[in-house]
């Protein structure tokens, strides 16, 4: 849900518990202890739920059971040192709207085991170091899929006053809304189930380009030719400068990035399929 520059999201937890994420912009959050925080989500944040919910939301608020974490997006940053090493938000941030966060965090643990398995002796601090140093290209297909995912999804939904941003935004709900591999491809990006940068970049151009299709059927006019412009460029002054924090080498072309060690290929089931026929 998005209105008033506020991000309001609301999911289930329990078959009776609902979980609500509110996103204060700016640099200082209102206090908890001086009543600051329940004031701001009562004046401003509950006319924003839907009815069915808004009196359980008021009652919660009133519970006191607020919590507030800091926000920030943070590209990993490698330092390589030995017996140590860095994992989840000490590591790598992206902002929580998408819930990525665990998604990375376990997809690292994954590339940690198969990269310490031909490891005889995790005292031998040297080669340690070294392969560890992969762990930073080999974790890069999911976790730079989902950082920049979240990142341009924070970016595209953020109330603006600029039509092309607003084009933007509804374009990509109704993307979504078509169905099939418009709403099933993104979410095997987002929930890290096909760690594909490149297939990042084509949905999200492909949700740009079917916004400036919406505004220029069934007839173009200059304003909306100059909207549709707009839209193409602001897409690309959202994702690119992201994809450039991550890393263009890293998340495009890992196999040129030197690794002591790379997993096997996974085995396609259906070639023995085919085989055994």
């Given amino acids: 849900m998005v209105a008033s520059q506020i991000y309001v999201i609301l999911y289930v937890i329990l ?12 640099q200082k959050v209102p206090s908890i202890a001086n009543g600051e925080m329940a004031k701001y989500l009562k004046d401003v944040v509950a006319p924003q739920i839907p009815p069915t919910l808004h009196d359980s939301f008021i009652a919660a608020i009133e519970r006191g059971n607020i919590r507030t974490m800091p926000n920030r997006s943070m590209p990993a940053d490698p330092h ?7 994992m989840g938000d000490a590591f790598n941030m992206r902002h929580p709207l998408t819930g990525g966060g665990m998604t990375v965090a376990l997809s690292d643990i994954a590339v940690i085991r198969d990269l310490l398995k031909p490891l005889p002796d995790l005292n031998d601090a040297a ?15 999911v976790a730079s899929t989902i950082n920049t995912l979240a990142g341009a999804l924070y970016k595209v939904f953020s109330a603006s006053p600029d039509q092309a941003r607003k084009e933007m935004c509804q374009a990509c709900f109704d993307y979504l809304s078509l169905g099939g591999i418009f709403s099933s491809g993104p979410v095997s990006l987002l929930s890290g189930l096909n760690p594909r940068p490149m297939i990042l970049v084509l949905h999200f ?21 100059w909207i549709g412009a707009r839209l193409i460029s602001g897409a690309s002054g959202i994702i690119f400068p992201i994809i450039r924090a991550e890393g263009v080498r890293q998340m495009f072309f890992p196999a040129t990035v030197p ?7 996974v085995k396609d089931s259906s070639d023995d399929t ?3 026929r």
């Fill in 15 to 26: 078959s009776t518990e609902i979980r609500c994420l509110v996103d204060v912009p700016g």
């Fill in 80 to 86: 390589p040192t030995p017996g140590a090493l860095l």
């Fill in 127 to 141: 080669s340690l170091t070294k392969y560890l140093e992969s762990f930073y290209t080999l974790r890069k297909p």
């Fill in 205 to 225: 151009f492909a949700v740009a380009i079917y916004g400036v299709g919406r505004l220029l059927l069934p007839f173009p006019s200059p304003k909306a030719i």
């Fill in 259 to 265: 690794a002591i060690y790379r997993p096997p290929p």
């Fill in 274 to 276: 085919q085989k055994s």
